[in-house]
Each structure stands twice: as structure tokens, then as C-alpha cells.
């Protein structure tokens, strides 16, 4: 019996993250960041029952890019 699966791996889903959550990494209110995200500053996805998640990546890139936690996304 072989324990090789032909199937391939599936890849790993991205790490979502909710709006307060980002807005403790930027020092905004909640609110803020579900307005960046309809206002397209912040690239989000909704759950199917609505809510805004964002990915962790695109968050670390953010901070990365922005050099502080306290910047704001630029548009």
C-alpha cells in the first residue's frame, strides 16, 4: 500500500484579518478602515455572511511600504 497522494497540495488560503484588527496596526478606528475599503484604499474581500475581512499580506506589504505602523494607506 503506498501513502503517496497523486493528488497535488492544495495551496494555503491567505491569513484574513478584520477591520479592527488593522485598525489597531494603524491607530484608526474600525469604521476608518471599512471606509478605506470602500473607498478603495485598501484592497478587501467580504465573507459570504458580509463582514470585511483583508489579507495579511496585503496588510504587511502596506506597513512595509508605509515604514510605520501609524501612516495611513496612501489612495
Do not use: C, N, Q
Not at 497523486?6 to 495551496?11: E, F, I, K, L, S
Amino acid at each position: 500500500m503506498s501513502t503517496h497522494d497523486p493528488r497535488p497540495a492544495r495551496p494555503a488560503l491567505p491569513e484574513l484579518v478584520t477591520p479592527a484588527e488593522v485598525a489597531a496596526l494603524f491607530g484608526v478606528d474600525a469604521k476608518t478602515v471599512t471606509r478605506w475599503i470602500a473607498h478603495g484604499r485598501l484592497p478587501g474581500v467580504r465573507t459570504p455572511s458580509g463582514h470585511h475581512r483583508l489579507r495579511r499580506t496585503d496588510i504587511d506589504r502596506l506597513l512595509k511600504d508605509a515604514g510605520s505602523a501609524s501612516a495611513p494607506p496612501s489612495s
